[in-house]
């Protein structure tokens, strides 16, 4: 495990400074390109910001609403039918709408369940699978200031729902032949 | 995306009133529970010895937790009578508890004098009734709705937008020198028929195929802050083909899918959470991870194929394509003999 952490820290090092370094020696103005590519990035990530700010504070609001609560309750039988731990329901809904959100959620099922228990398991998987789709939708959108999506969202959303459906079965699967 | 926002917006405020009347406190609940604390309370600040006194305190317990149990379900503050009405439950809980501790504690004689002062108060302002709980419910829930609400406008801007200058900055100057140095194309030649298939109309020398491929790339080693600067870089770049502008293309749609259904093989960051919590399984999740994403990837990849045909692609056709692309390719030439 200690080495999987070294990995990590050394890994993503090892690529900008390889990239660096064989720039370099085949003759790249290293700097110069560096800031000429550097440029773009202000304007993007304030071009976002409208874009971002509409869609965000719509899931917040959602999100405060209390919606998800009822969604959850209506949901849960369907999720026992392939065998959905019930904590894992609010991780699902939660997951498109919000990063920082489900990570809190997915520790939290960490805490009650164990991080080694199926829905922990699970929960990791489920968290790995699938990306903030709104945050997505918002910033992409945004950065280059495309209003009509043409419907994208739904692929978007059903994608995340064959993932996550897909990820309590492999999960049970996997847990059941390895790891028990 | 007018729908979306619109959608989010009614079914928020649907659900913010039907949640507020849900947390309504059941008047026939809290009355009865109520009449016992207030002759409890009568009683103490009556009784003649301390001892006596915490004896009647101690009797109501158990309505007393319910009450402030379901108080505190209500807004702070909200009217003046719910306040008096949580300050006073407040203050007889403080008296219970000073009454356990001992019987002729002088905490006791001022919890017991403090009380009394407050309990008045309430009675002065009228009773609880079955109206006053809704409104307190609802009013607590538009306010928790409300502040949510533009507190994320805040942190849009200086969570994610300011941050986004930095991280923008960084990775796009260490794609430019990726580019300069001719890495990111060799490994475009390398990916070009998996491109053909899920970009047909990007010309193969446009340079949107190198910034897709180094978001890929960010994406698949889990590099999440850098994926983001990558990709926009990639959806700028699609944007030159984009004779629209205002409208998505099929292939701005198929990257925002692969992103948004993430393609990520090695999930760092949660391998490193599952670590901390000193997990035994830490790096099994990998694997089922994996075919999870993989299903959820092929998925939306299909659908959006048959969902972009339901609108026409405002993407230029290929000898248009091919005319931009070489446009800004000789724009690029120049730039570096300058």
Redesign the interface.
Known sequence: MIWLDLFNNWFILAIIFLIVAYAWIRGVRVYEEFIRGAKEGFDVAVLIIPYLVAILCAVALFRASGAMQVLQTWLAPAGSLIGMHSSLIPLALLKPLSGGGSRGLMIEIWETEGVDSLPGFTASVMQGSAETTFYILAVYCGAVAVRRTRGVLGPLLLGDLAGFIAAVLVSRWYFAAFLD | ?NH??AA??A??????V??GL?NTLDIGEVQPRLEAVRGAVTAAVTAPTPAAAAGHLAAISEPLAALSDQAARLPRGHTERMQAFQETLDSALAAASASTAASIDPALASALADLEARWTRVEELGPITSQTLTVAALSA?GK??FE??????KS??LE???P????????????????????VQALARGLRPLFKFLFPKVPRDHPANGAILMSMAANI?G?DN?A??L???A??E??TL?LD????TDA??M???L????I?LV??S??????A?????????V???I???????????V??K???R??PDPAAGPEEAARITAEINADLQREAHR
């Not at chain 2, 949510?148 to 406008?153: G, K, Q, S, Y």
């Not at chain 2, 949660?270 to 670590?275: C, E, F, Q, S, V």
């Open positions: 995306m979306i926002l989010l917006f079914i928020g405020i649907l659900f913010g039907y949640t849900e829930q928790r709705m949510d609400t533009t507190e994320r406008a849009a801007v994610i937008a300011f986004l200058i930095g991280l923008m900055a960084f990775w796009l100057g260490i794609m430019r020198v990726a580019e300069e140095a001719g890495i080693i590099l850098a983001t600067p990709s926009l870089k959806m700028k699609l944007q984009n502008k205002e409208t998505l701005q749609g990257l925002l899918t992103n948004a259904t993430s990520t999930p760092f949660i391998i490193g959470y599952r670590l919590y000193s997990s035994q399984l830490a790096s099994d999740i694997v089922p991870m075919i999870a994403t993989f299903f959820s990837t092929l998925t939306g990849i659908l959006w048959i969902v972009q339901m609108s």
